[in-house]
């Protein structure tokens, strides 16, 4: 059959290292087996199923200007379910550059053109600086450098 085996020599010390392991697990057992081990609990926002009547509800608000976050916060979703519930039901979503209506777009370019950053304007106007850049752009307004405040001299 062949040459048999002997396990001596460097193996035949590890033994009592790994009694001492198997005698730590045992005693680790038998403390925790009362006990529930922690679980990881995964953080999830169930899904809000809305009534046909709430789907109208959130159609008819989307169409007289309200945004998907809004309307994500009002009927307790996120803002891309808002999205899929409009889209089932065939309704056009407005681009993110049409974010500012055409007055908060006059204001932005009068208040950018008086100095201010697209990033205090998207503030003034509740929106980020990109939003504000696209409306600016739409209206034909070029843009400044921007400027590193942090390497500016006091």
């Known amino acids: 059959m062949g040459t048999p085996v002997h396990l001596r020599g460097s193996l035949s010390s590890s033994l009592p290292l790994f009694r001492q392991l198997a005698e730590a697990r045992a005693q680790l057992e038998t403390s925790t087996s009362g006990r529930q081990r922690p679980s990881k609990a995964k953080i999830t926002q169930p899904n809000r199923k809305l009534t046909p009547a709430e789907v109208d509800q959130l159609v008819t608000a989307y169409l007289g200007g309200a945004d998907l976050k809004a309307l994500g916060e009002q009927f307790g979703m996120h803002r891309q379910t808002v999205r899929a519930h409009l889209r089932r039901r065939d309704i056009e979503l407005r681009s ?37 850049q696209r409306g600016l752009k739409g209206r034909g307004v070029r843009l400044r450098a921007k400027t590193d405040h942090r390497t500016r001299p006091s």
């Open 96 to 132: 993110d550059s049409a974010a500012l209506s055409e007055v908060q777009i006059d204001v932005a370019v009068r208040l950018y053109a008086e100095g201010l950053s697209t990033a205090k304007i998207g503030q003034r106007l509740g929106t980020n600086a990109s939003t504000v």
